[in-house]
């Protein structure tokens, strides 16, 4: 299943790096989002996008920044990677933002590991 | 912010037995709780969703069911099978000042092992 697919599958870099993560949706969604899954498996939220407004998780650096060229498609950037970035990105999607449109499909991940 | 705590971290059960996972939310305004499976090396799947409206829902073999005064709910799985060994995760929806939602927050996991 493709509804939700982002490239790298697997990201191996150096410490200080500059990366880019891919997200595209064919699903026709209006909301997008970012996850990070640590070593522990803990989720945790880190932006929604929707109709051009991006809500960002306080507890995220600065040097991650989303971008989204069009509705289909949020790209995670990451500037000066440190070693602590070492993670599992997901992004995701959902029809909406109101009731009956909260339901959330993932992609398949993007394994970074910063060296 | 939301809060979401999730017990227990691990849980074994025999083929064929019931597993029942909890949660609670701290957010009072948090409306809508799924639960997602997640298999080693793959993303989180949707398994079951509740909305506050609703008391309970079920879908075959497994069942979701929420208290929104204590603010806790529930996943449970009877006839447990070996491929429903996994890691879920229950969430809930998040909601900034600004009315939206800013995405789900999280309990930290279970792992479910289906002893054969």
């Known amino acids: 299943d493709t509804a939700v697919s982002q490239t790298p599958k697997y990201l191996v870099t150096q410490m200080g790096n500059d990366k880019s993560i891919k997200c595209e949706q064919n699903?026709?969604?209006?909301?997008m989002y970012w996850y990070k899954q640590d070593s522990k498996k803990f989720l945790k939220i880190m932006f929604s996008y929707n109709n051009k407004e991006l809500i960002i998780n306080e507890t995220v650096p600065n040097r991650f920044s989303p971008k989204s060229p069009d509705k289909a498609h949020l790209n995670l950037h990451i500037n000066s990677l440190e070693l602590g970035d070492s993670a599992v990105y997901f992004c995701?999607?959902?029809?909406?933002?109101?009731?009956?449109?909260?339901?959330?499909?993932f992609g398949p991940g993007t394994r970074l590991l910063v060296l | 912010g939301e809060n979401v705590e999730q017990h227990p971290s691990t849980l074994s059960v025999q083929e064929g037995d019931s597993a029942v996972i909890k949660c609670t939310y701290s957010d009072s305004a948090s409306n809508y709780f799924p639960w997602y499976k997640q298999e080693l090396g793959k993303r989180p799947q949707l398994i079951i969703d509740i909305r506050s409206n609703v008391g309970e829902k079920k879908d075959q073999r497994i069942a979701v069911t929420l208290n929104k005064t204590a603010k806790h709910f529930s996943l449970h799985i009877t006839e447990t099978q070996p491929e429903d060994s996994a890691v879920y995760f229950c969430?809930?929806?998040?909601?900034?000042?600004?009315?939206?939602?800013?995405?789900?927050?999280f309990g930290k996991g279970t792992h479910l092992i289906i002893q054969p």
């Open positions: 699903l026709g969604h209006d909301t």
């Open positions: 995701a999607s959902s029809q909406g933002r109101v009731p009956g449109q909260e339901t959330q499909y």
């Open positions: 969430a809930a929806l998040s909601m900034y000042s600004g009315g939206g939602a800013d995405g789900l927050t």
